[in-house]
């Protein structure tokens, strides 16, 4: 089974910027899609962005232009650089990556445990 494993987290100042890393482990055949997604309290679970295994990024409107993914293929790491933070981006952030375990068995959505995030002044 693939984990997913975040790091990067924590506090920072509105208008500061913060990167968060997901590194996923175990063995499988391809990992297709990663992505962060979050969550804030009393709210569904919702896109930030996406990076397909070719590179083809998409964002939700309220973070583009603010927020940067990136992906390592070589180590299976999806990045997020979260620039010009606002409160409203106060959220647990969740990795997320969509695993195949041979060429025929996938999809399989895979989440990390989540980071917080907070952003206050």
């Known amino acids: 089974q693939v984990k997913l494993m975040e790091s990067g987290g924590g506090w920072v100042q509105v208008g500061g910027s913060q990167r968060l890393s997901c590194a996923a482990s175990?063995?499988?055949?391809?990992?297709?899609?990663m992505g962060w997604y979050r969550q804030a309290p009393g709210r569904n679970r919702e896109l930030v962005a996406t990076?397909?295994?070719?590179?083809?990024?998409n964002y939700d409107h309220s973070v583009k232009d603010r927020f940067t993914i990136s992906r390592d293929r070589g180590t299976n790491t999806v990045f997020l650089q979260m620039d010009s933070l606002k409160s409203e981006d106060t959220a647990v952030y969740y990795c997320?990556?969509?695993?195949?375990?041979?060429?025929?068995?996938?999809?399989?959505?895979?989440w990390g445990q989540g980071t917080q995030v907070t952003v206050s002044s």
């Open positions: 175990g063995t499988f055949f391809m990992i297709n899609a």
């Open positions: 997320y990556a969509g695993v195949w375990y041979t060429d025929e068995e996938g999809p399989y959505d895979t």
């Open positions: 990076i397909s295994k070719t590179g083809y990024s």
